[in-house]
């Protein structure tokens, strides 16, 4: 029987300082995230500055309780997997270091995982049955990706968003409603009390590719609304606003995921990534899933917000395929997936 592989992994490409202890990519012995979101609350969104000081603060004490609960030391560990782009330059910056620090000391590979991947990955932790090829939907603050998972560590990206994120689009129309950071939580949240139908929201199709994404037009359309009830001195549902914005948004991308695995012949869908977590975008997947005989995967919410054990899982097969990096492993904050 093969050694088992535990990888030490570290993320912080945004607001999370996380460090968790990964065996084999799939057996989580500990995930600590350190979130900062009730400091960014008070700014209306993150602040990079701020996020890296406290990255400083945080790194170490995340990664000595991850080793703590997961009970080891660094000397059980085989190798250190850490985020090193896309993100905030800043925050990225602060784990690459650490896990450079912790690679040379004990003299052990160093492995750098980009942040999609992470999240992609996420969804081998709780369905160990799960293997490529899948397709992927992934959906955060920062991205907005279809991906045909080829194999562990090799993408086909089939549509990408041409101006704002998913995420980013919920924080938006948070912040018009008066919802406020951060917004997709919030928005999921009031949509339950209002009537997806009650307005009719555009839902943008991008002429030359059939799965990219625009939710610019849609996020204008939301405020262009908000902005004509105020000037005629109208109350608006924020109820329904919420609902409606929701379902446009949830409706494209749901589309465009089923259109994608009947096309390439898929039979298993995942989705990853902050906005993963949302209520209304599980339920409208399932149901078209069920609907065209797919099997859909997705993590649990925690493992859909930033965290270490998807890097780590990202992390082993990156490791098991050869990767490895040097000390001039830097931070690249627009890293693309697929990059090397």
Same mark, same amino acid.
């Given at each position: 029987?093969?050694?088992?592989?535990?990888?030490?992994?570290?993320?912080?490409?945004?607001?999370?300082?996380?460090?968790?202890?990964?065996?084999?990519?799939?057996?989580?012995?500990?995930?600590?995230?350190?979130?900062?979101?009730?400091?960014?609350?008070?700014?209306?969104?993150?602040?990079?500055?701020?996020?890296?000081?406290?990255?400083?603060?945080?790194?170490?004490?995340?990664?000595?309780?991850?080793?703590?609960?997961?009970?080891?030391?660094?000397?059980?560990?085989?190798?250190?997997?850490?985020?090193?782009?896309?993100?905030?330059?800043?925050?990225?910056?602060?784990?690459?270091?650490?896990?450079?620090?912790? /690679?040379?000391?004990?003299?052990?590979?160093?492995?750098?995982?980009?942040?999609?991947?992470? =999240?992609?990955?996420?969804?081998?932790?709780?369905?160990?049955?799960?293997?490529?090829?899948?397709?992927?939907?992934?959906?955060?603050?920062?991205?907005? =990706?279809?991906?045909?998972?080829?194999?562990?560590?090799?993408?086909?990206?089939?549509?990408?968003?041409?101006?704002?994120?998913?995420?980013?689009?919920?924080?938006?129309?948070?912040?018009?409603?008066?919802?406020?950071?951060?917004?997709?939580?919030?928005?999921?949240?009031? /949509?339950?009390?209002?009537?997806?139908?009650?307005?009719?929201?555009?839902?943008?199709?991008?002429?030359?590719?059939?799965?990219?994404?625009?939710?610019?037009?849609?996020?204008?359309?939301?405020?262009?609304?908000?902005?004509?009830?105020?000037?005629?001195?109208?109350?608006?549902?924020?109820?329904?606003?919420?609902?409606?914005?929701?379902?446009?948004?949830?409706?494209?991308?749901?589309?465009?995921?089923?259109?994608?695995?009947?096309?390439? =012949?898929?039979?298993?869908?995942?989705i990853a990534g902050g906005v993963a977590s949302n209520s209304a975008l599980r339920a409208s997947m399932k149901a078209a899933c069920e609907k065209a005989g797919l099997t859909l995967y997705h993590p649990s919410p925690i493992l859909c917000t930033d965290n270490a054990a998807m890097i780590g899982a990202a992390g082993y097969y990156e490791y098991i395929n050869g990767t490895r990096h040097g000390?001039?492993?830097?931070?690249?904050?627009?890293?693309?997936?697929?990059?090397?």
């Open positions: 029987m093969e050694k088992d592989v535990k990888i030490l992994a570290i993320e912080s490409s945004c607001d999370e300082t996380s460090a968790a202890v990964v065996v084999n990519g799939r057996n989580v012995l500990s995930n600590i995230i350190y979130s900062q979101i009730d400091i960014h609350t008070l700014y209306g969104g993150v602040v990079p500055e701020i996020a890296s000081r406290k990255h400083i603060e945080k790194i170490t004490q995340v990664i000595r309780q991850a080793l703590k609960e997961a009970e080891c030391t660094l000397d059980d560990i085989d190798a250190v997997a850490v985020t090193y782009g896309p993100g905030l330059v800043g925050a990225l910056l602060v784990g690459v270091g650490a896990a450079k620090a912790i /690679a040379f000391a004990k003299d052990i590979p160093l492995v750098g995982v980009h942040h999609i991947e992470g =999240h992609i990955a996420a969804n081998y932790i709780e369905n160990k049955e799960l293997e490529p090829p899948f397709m992927c939907l992934v959906v955060s603050g920062g991205h907005t =990706h279809l991906v045909k998972v080829v194999d562990y560590g090799k993408f086909e990206i089939l549509g990408i968003t041409r101006d704002d994120a998913a995420g980013e689009a919920f924080d938006k129309v948070a912040r018009a409603i008066g919802l406020g950071y951060p917004g997709g939580p919030k928005i999921d949240r009031k /949509a339950k009390e209002g009537n997806p139908d009650a307005i009719e929201f555009p839902r943008a199709k991008v002429a030359e590719s059939a799965y990219d994404f625009s939710f610019s037009g849609l996020k204008s359309a939301v405020l262009n609304y908000i902005n004509q009830a105020h000037m005629r001195d109208e109350q608006i549902n924020e109820a329904d606003v919420a609902a409606s914005f929701q379902k446009a948004v949830t409706e494209v991308l749901t589309e465009h995921a089923v259109a994608a695995a009947k096309e390439y =012949h898929m039979d298993k869908i995942a000390w001039d492993l830097n931070a690249i904050p627009n890293l693309k997936l697929g990059e090397r």
